[in-house]
């Protein structure tokens, strides 16, 4: 059994996780108890990447605001005279936290939260409003209103490769009482803009226009997928019967009112009259009013739970993409640029990768190339599928993003657990690969016994021998993403490689790590379980021919060089050793990585 049983709920997830590692493989039984209890609803220490440009706040006290921040004051000039703001404070004062509507100053519905206590004080905006909530009786009222933000706007514009044209149109739309009114704040004409929305409704994956709004305003809301909107945020948020709620839903889903009565087995006439009562009390003009308001009160909701809210902005330092794919799937990948670069298509690693090194982009973009970084399967904002479905999925994912960006031939490069992937991709596209590179790719042998990496080798041994632990240690990690919890499990992962550790000192790379970990698991675990179970389930590399030449590249200072044997059948294959290079090779030896990746 373990030893020292813990109470999930007084001790640190980064302790429990480093029981689990020292576990080993020969007590799966205790491992899974282990996670069982840490994955307790009380024991919450998941982040999220919220909009910093999204937020305002404001602290009330006995009907007053203290510290508003500048968003807030413009929003709400007029506090103390606002019945519906004293209400939200007061339910909030009763039962901790409450939320609802409110109507700003210039007329639009704002998704609002008030929240007394702890929960409080951790999404204090300023030292000001962190004080002022240790008055009595002190609520902060937080209102969530992505929509407002032109850069945020724009920045989703671009991720659905809208046009300028398109982009200002679907911008306008989101506000506009109708198509002919945005059209003309858009600067175009009615049957342009008719076409244009068209194309707008492609783009975005949406059955109609009212669909672009919403899959607009959840890309602004969040660094994560949604998923469904549940009637329960309806009801709680604006105060609609739960039979409006189910209605409603159903028609910021895309259905008529016609298809939602059929779903619901209920009349016309009752769908109409559900439907009219959810437009007055949301204060929503058209469905696709409704359909804004309630992406973001969706997002405020699931806010609420999470253990740190971590305001990012300016998003991340690369054109995001999101790229739909039919059934609701979507693609996401981040473009650093330049469109004239010759293509290198980089595989970020199980847990961080998301985003570059600034050294590796540049070190790549001085060799003439446009480095891309494509988000597998149930990674980041990229949609799960099923596991038996992975790596074909991936690698038409990766064909898919080549095609919709105009690329014959792309140098592609895997770490580790992404070499299942591109050897996927590159098995069933031999002729689009110019050059390929895998650093430490991931052996169907396992692990050589040398391996040096301390915990990282104990937890990828356990895995490999108890596939049954995948599932719940992935969870386990998505909902441990609090930063004080990664940068502990980071240091305690790499304290056995000194030269990771010295990365880690740097604070910009350990910021990076730890914002691409929490960008990884923001909506699921899907792509960490999926890829650990395919090496657990014995994974052997498919046959490749015609593509390359193919580079494996061997971190020295993780362990002697391990065997050739799984890989000297690509095409040209050559290996290359980085002395000293450990589990952060892309922040330590980016000049070298980024000579092999570029083939120059």
Not at 387 to 414: C, K, M, N, P, Q
Not at 576 to 584: D, I, K, Q, S, W
Request: aromatic residues 6%.
């Amino acid at each position: 059994m373990v030893a020292d049983p813990v109470s999930p709920a007084s001790s640190e997830p980064a302790e429990l996780l480093r029981r689990a590692w020292a576990i080993g493989a020969a007590a799966p039984a205790e491992l899974d108890e282990l996670l069982q209890r840490a994955s307790a609803p009380d024991f919450e220490g998941a982040a999220a990447l919220i909009p910093d440009e999204a937020v305002a706040a404001a602290v009330l006290t006995t009907g007053r605001s203290a510290a508003p921040d500048e968003r807030f004051a413009a929003a709400f000039p007029d506090v103390e005279g606002r019945g519906d703001i004293r209400r939200l404070a007061d339910k909030a004062r009763r039962d901790g936290q409450a939320m609802g509507l409110l109507e700003a100053a210039d007329g639009a519905a704002t998704a609002a939260w008030a929240v007394t206590g702890e929960p409080a004080r951790a999404w204090a905006r300023s030292p000001e409003q962190a004080a002022a909530l240790s008055r009595p009786g002190a609520v902060l009222l937080l209102t969530f209103a992505p929509t407002r933000s032109d850069a945020l706007a724009q920045a989703a514009a671009e991720a659905y490769g809208l046009t300028p044209l398109e982009a200002r149109l679907a911008e306008a739309f989101l506000f506009a009482p109708t198509l002919e009114i945005a059209a003309e704040q858009a600067g175009v004409g009615r049957e342009t803009a008719r076409d244009a929305m068209q194309r707008v409704v492609a783009k975005t994956g949406a059955r109609r226009s009212a669909g672009v709004v919403r899959r607009l305003t959840e890309l602004m809301s969040a660094v994560r997928d949604q998923g469904p909107l549940t009637p329960q945020v309806l009801v709680q948020a604006f105060g609609l019967a739960p039979s409006e709620a189910e209605v409603a839903v159903r028609l910021v889903a895309g259905a008529t009112q016609r298809e939602a009565a059929e779903a619901l087995g209920l009349s016309p006439e009752t769908v109409r009259g559900y439907a009219k009562a959810a437009l007055q009390k949301s204060g929503a003009g058209r469905v696709k009013d409704l359909a804004r308001i309630a992406a973001e009160a969706q997002s405020l909701a699931r806010f609420r739970g999470v253990a740190e809210p971590v305001f990012v902005s300016g998003g991340p330092p690369a054109r995001l993409r999101l790229m739909p794919r039919g059934g609701g799937r979507n693609v996401a990948f981040l473009d650093y640029g330049p469109r004239s670069g010759r293509p290198a298509v980089i595989f970020h690693g199980f847990l961080a990768g998301r985003s570059l090194p600034p050294a590796l982009v540049r070190g790549l973009q001085q060799r003439d190339c446009r480095p891309i970084v494509v988000q597998r399967p149930g990674f980041g904002l990229t949609t799960p599928v099923a596991r038996a479905d992975y790596l074909e999925t991936a690698a038409h994912d990766l064909a898919d993003v080549i095609d919709s960006l105009g690329l014959s031939t792309i140098a592609l490069f895997a770490r580790d657990g992404g070499t299942a992937a591109a050897l996927a991709f590159a098995s069933l596209n031999p002729d689009r690969i110019a050059r390929a590179a895998l650093l430490n790719p991931r052996s169907p042998h396992g692990l050589s016994a040398g391996q040096r990496s301390g915990p990282v080798a104990q937890l990828t041994r356990l895995i490999l021998a108890t596939p049954q632990a995948i599932g719940p240690l992935g969870e386990f990690i998505r909902r441990r993403t609090r930063s004080d919890v990664l940068e502990k499990l980071l240091r305690e992962t790499l304290k056995t490689l000194p030269q990771d550790l010295a990365a880690l000192d740097d604070p910009a790379v350990k910021a990076q790590l730890v914002r691409d970990i929490q960008a990884q698991f923001a909506h699921s675990a899907a792509g960490y379980v999926g890829e650990h179970a395919l090496y657990a389930e014995g994974w052997t590399p498919p046959a490749v021919a015609g593509s390359g030449p193919w580079t494996i590249v061997h971190a020295g200072g993780l362990s002697a060089p391990p065997p050739r044997e799984p890989w000297a059948g690509l095409p040209g294959a050559r290996f290359v050793e980085l002395p000293g290079a450990g589990v952060l090779a892309q922040f330590t030896h980016a000049e070298a990585l980024a000579g092999l990746i570029a083939g120059r």
